[in-house]
DNA sequence: CTTACTTTGTGTCATTTTAACACTTTCAAA
DNA sequence: TTTGAAAGTGTTAAAATGACACAAAGTAAG
């Protein structure tokens, strides 16, 4: 009874439940993830950042946390991805000496909360970065191997954010303020990884009217500069009140 | 070292993560959903049907063992919810107790991952049952107050069973073998919480060609009687393979 | 300063999809 | 034989989709 009390409202880190962030970025060209390097003693060097939950804290808050102790960032685009839990998903030897060394607890049975979280990538450059763990970005398409069960979650995280942006415009989150259609366009196809046309896209962009053109336009390109825009959030809000729930992609 | 193998390899409950079932069925109505009677002592009486996972056992396998536990189902359509973690999701003393009368364990901070599943409702009378436990189907919009953070679940389950059949012929896992189109109708509008035209939706559903008529009739009716169709498996692959990815409902 | 290069930005048309809508048919029960 | 109740069926107007090509606006290089 007393063991029920402590258990429950204590501050500690939960041994059998962790959460693992799929944490994107778009470079205007392609999707990028954001992976931990755990060095060349163990199986796959790469895996998704990730830590055990506090007792105290809920999964979102969670989610959080790991994402902000890595970057820096708050206020981030959180979604979950599912719960990954299979026996065996810790299955060698050096795996386990891994986590054991970055972990206060012994490596019980986990399983594991997916999220993924859309960034903006400028606002966190790996090199200026002076954090112990050392984290890159890499292109998903470049991600063939990761640790433990992650290349599983990557797929479930990628599938996930392809059915999201088809009915919310959760890209936003991966633009900077202002920005280019051709832009947006790019990070659509990117998601979605096939073509989409390029007058029909900006059709069905401007028909949404949810992004408003800005007095300015790009500089110092060598090309015609494009037409820079904002997301408009207040129309977004009055379509979702109007029963609206997909763009159609 | 020896500990970590211990905890690792047991076949013991996992005091710290759950699973729990939105068990669905259609009464050719409306949408069902079997529940758990706990009694009078607790607050909600009615919740979830659920239970620790074993350390041995993915948690798939800890969802189906549930579904079985209870119903004696076997090979059930089970898709997972996702996962549900506030620190104080078990926020009342009754609620504790009657936890600890039901598990061996004591009650500590639980997170739990919840799945849907979709079952005939004529393979499961609650009647008929000589479980211990007692359950029961109760119509989902009947349902006001679920024990624990069960009433999150049941929406996060209906919202998930939404998308899914939109992209997806999933409802049949709700119907008999032999239907009639009038009632994967009332099925699709149970789901969906919307009417559609009949027409339309009889045009929509002949088109994707995944049910076959049968030479057989409703019989015993006092109207018209209505033509049996059964699901078209083979055409329904067809159609995936050919990267199709949405009814359009 | 002219040319070459690169990306932006724009409209039409044919086809498909959607939404709205009402009456006849077939059976059982009274 | 009449009544009631659900099954089954087609058209049309409006909207959405998909396919497609060329001129405009800037920089960079010579």
């Known amino acids: 009874m007393e063991k029920v009390d402590k258990i429950f409202h204590n501050n500690e880190l939960n041994p059998n439940v962790s959460v693992d962030c799929v944490i994107f970025g778009f470079d205007f060209e392609k999707l990028n993830v954001l992976l931990i390097d755990r060095g060349s003693n163990v199986?796959?060097?790469?895996?998704?950042?990730?830590?055990?939950?506090?007792?105290?804290?809920?999964?979102?808050?969670?989610?959080?946390?790991?994402?902000?102790?890595?970057?820096?960032?708050?206020?981030?685009?959180?979604?979950?991805?599912?719960?990954?839990g299979d026996p065996d998903?810790?299955?060698?030897?050096?795996?386990?000496?891994?986590?054991?060394?970055?972990?206060?607890?012994?490596?019980?049975?986990?399983?594991?909360?997916?999220?993924?979280?859309?960034?903006?990538?400028?606002?966190?450059?790996?090199?200026?970065?002076?954090?112990?763990?050392?984290?890159?970005?890499?292109?998903?398409?470049?991600?063939?191997?990761?640790?433990?069960?992650?290349?599983?979650?990557?797929?479930?995280?990628?599938?996930?954010?392809?059915?999201?942006?088809?009915?919310?415009?959760?890209?936003?989150?991966?633009?900077?303020?202002?920005?280019?259609?051709?832009?947006?366009?790019?990070?659509?196809?990117?998601?979605?990884?096939k073509p989409l046309d390029k007058r029909n896209f900006r059709r069905k962009i401007q028909k949404l009217d949810i992004v408003s053109s800005i007095k300015e336009k790009q500089r110092g390109v060598p090309h015609k500069p494009s037409q820079l825009f904002i997301f408009n959030q207040e129309k977004y809000q009055l379509l979702t009140e109007t029963g609206f729930d997909n763009f159609g992609f």
């Open 43 to 84: 199986g796959p060097r790469l895996a998704l950042p990730g830590n055990l939950i506090y007792d105290s804290e809920n999964l979102n808050q969670a989610g959080s946390r790991v994402l902000d102790e890595l970057t820096g960032l708050k206020n981030i685009y959180l979604e979950q991805v599912g719960a990954f």
């Open 89 to 193: 998903r810790i299955n060698n030897k050096s795996d386990q000496e891994w986590l054991k060394s970055i972990r206060a607890e012994p490596t019980a049975r986990v399983i594991t909360v997916a999220y993924f979280s859309l960034v903006k990538m400028d606002d966190y450059l790996p090199q200026a970065s002076s954090f112990a763990k050392t984290a890159e970005w890499v292109s998903v398409n470049e991600i063939t191997e990761l640790a433990f069960d992650h290349m599983d979650i990557l797929n479930a995280a990628k599938d996930k954010l392809k059915e999201k942006i088809k009915t919310q415009p959760i890209g936003f989150n991966l633009l900077p303020e202002k920005f280019t259609l051709s832009q947006l366009h790019r990070l659509y196809e990117s998601i979605l990884e």
